[in-house]
């Protein structure tokens, strides 16, 4: 009967040390659970930012490649005005320089006769005057040639400056905003992401709201995204700012702003 109880008592404490330790291992392996999921949620959020800087990243090398492009055709366009201008420049100055040459050379041919000689008569003198009159009114011949030289670069002028004035007008047109909403306060939008939209014409919050599955598709396309409009909800923070619900998009969406997507 001894032996009999104090096996019972051994069982006893043997299943109460084994439910002890098992309740140790049970906890330990809970807070090993929770650890697991905290390390997969942060490593989502990472490759979340990581496909956004590079979506990011890409779109700065097309909006470079772009800005080169531009450059180039601009360089190319400037370049034949630039010969033009250089090729009139030395035909006025050949034009001058011809007519500075010719006006001396009629000033001596026509100022030669017109000394008077001592020993001549009246008759010779009359005979000279008229040769004066007519070298006077020969010499004011060489200005003409100026003017005909001035006209010549007066068209270039004309002509650069209408297209300088075009310039000037696209411009503007090109920097005018309109009534354009601030788009960065979408999660998701950062300034990049800004500009970009702004150059496909989506600036208002009611252009979003309004797009369908087809617009979703080509502006991911467009912009090397994957899933990402659809992830960070832009229809729909896009449709509470349009309809002006600034509490409701707050409750929602807490983060939003323009200092989380700097």
């Known amino acids: ?116 000689a001592p020993k001549k008569s009246a008759t010779a003198k009359a005979a000279t005057a008229p040769r004066a009159s007519a070298a006077k009114t ?34 503007a047109t090109a920097i005018a905003p309109g009534n354009a909403n601030d788009l960065r306060r979408l999660i998701g939008i950062g300034p990049t992401n800004e500009r970009l939209l702004k150059g496909l014409g989506v600036t208002t919050y009611a252009q979003i709201a309004a797009w369908t599955p087809d617009d979703v598709k080509r502006i991911e396309a467009t912009l090397n995204f994957d899933g990402r409009i659809e992830r960070e909800r832009w229809i729909e923070q896009a449709k509470l700012l349009a309809a002006g619900d600034e509490k409701e998009f707050a409750r929602r969406f807490p983060t939003a702003g323009e200092a989380s997507n700097t």
């Open 1 to 116: 009967m001894g032996t009999f109880f104090y096996m019972l008592l051994a069982f006893l404490v043997g299943v109460l040390v084994g439910w002890f330790i098992w309740g140790r291992l049970r906890g330990e392996l809970d807070s090993l659970r929770g650890d697991l999921n905290r390390t997969r949620s942060e490593r989502d959020r990472l490759r979340a930012d990581s496909d956004r800087l590079t979506g990011e990243l890409d779109a700065c090398g097309r909006a470079r490649a772009d800005l080169e492009r531009r450059l180039g055709e601009a360089k190319t366009t400037q370049a034949p005005t630039a010969k033009a201008a250089t090729a009139k420049a030395p035909a006025a100055k050949a034009g001058a320089t011809k007519a500075a040459m010719q006006a001396p050379s009629t000033l001596i041919s026509t100022s030669a006769p017109a000394k008077p």
């Open 138 to 171: 020969a010499t004011p011949k060489p200005p003409a040639s100026k003017a005909s030289a001035a006209p010549t670069t007066a068209p270039a002028a004309s002509k650069a400056a209408p297209s300088a004035k075009k310039a000037a007008t696209g411009k």
